[in-house]
């Protein structure tokens, strides 16, 4: 047995492309058997029960409260997101929501530090930064940041800048 696979070896290494065909063929099978293939990623499975780090993490919330969050989208519909009318609008929602028992926080683009909007050295943002609930901000660069920042795009903030994402923390 052991010599049958020195010999197919040798012949496939004598052919690369036979080589590179056998691996494309392995990969589409195994392509085939991803299509079924489930991860479940709760912490049931993912910890090791009696591990300290998940004592830790339970001491922690138990000290600090629960680490549960809702996530909200908002879209102006009639108004471009990053206009004076939809933050007035936007902020009036967080307030209404953190007048909502059970809600302990409420964070949305308006807290979003802005580098750029107007621009700013790094020591300035050291010490305080721009967003959008100060009247500094310049909301035609804040929008153009939102919309072009690799850390807000598509997170935060949709990439044709019409709507964003409000996280809120339950207690």
């Given at each position: 047995?052991?010599?049958f696979?020195a010999?197919?070896?040798r012949?496939?290494?004598?052919?690369?492309?036979?080589?590179?065909?056998?691996v494309?063929?392995?990969?589409v099978?195994?392509?085939?058997?991803?299509?079924?293939?489930?991860?479940?990623?709760?912490?049931?499975?993912?910890?090791?029960e009696?591990?300290?780090a998940?004592?830790?993490?339970?001491?922690?919330?138990e000290?600090?409260?629960?680490?549960?969050?809702?996530?909200?989208?908002?879209?102006?519909?009639?108004?471009?997101?990053?206009s004076?009318?939809?933050i007035a609008?936007?902020?009036?929602l967080?307030?209404?929501?953190?007048?909502?028992?059970?809600?302990?926080?409420?964070?949305?683009?308006?807290?979003?530090?802005?580098?750029?909007?107007?621009?700013?050295?790094l020591?300035?943002?050291?010490?305080?930064?721009?967003?959008?609930?100060?009247p500094?901000?310049?909301?035609?660069?804040?929008?153009?940041?939102?919309?072009?920042?690799?850390?807000y795009?598509?997170?935060?903030?949709?990439?044709?800048?019409?709507?964003?994402?409000?996280s809120?923390?339950?207690?």
């Open positions: 047995m052991t010599k696979f010999d197919l070896y012949k496939i290494y004598d052919v690369p492309l036979l080589m590179l065909a056998l494309s063929l392995l990969t099978f195994a392509g085939f058997g991803l299509r079924g293939f489930t991860f479940d990623a709760s912490t049931d499975t993912l910890v090791e009696g591990d300290p998940l004592a830790e993490y339970q001491e922690v919330t000290t600090f409260g629960s680490d549960e969050f809702l996530l909200l989208t908002y879209d102006p519909l009639d108004d471009p997101l990053i004076d009318p939809a609008k936007l902020e009036n967080e307030q209404r929501l953190l007048d909502l028992p059970g809600l302990s926080n409420v964070t949305s683009v308006l807290d979003a530090p802005l580098l750029k909007s107007p621009p700013i050295t020591s300035e943002w050291r010490d305080d930064y721009n967003t959008l609930r100060k500094e901000a310049d909301l035609a660069l804040a929008a153009d940041e939102l919309r072009e920042s690799p850390v795009r598509d997170l935060l903030i949709s990439s044709d800048g019409d709507v964003t994402a409000m809120i923390d339950l207690e």
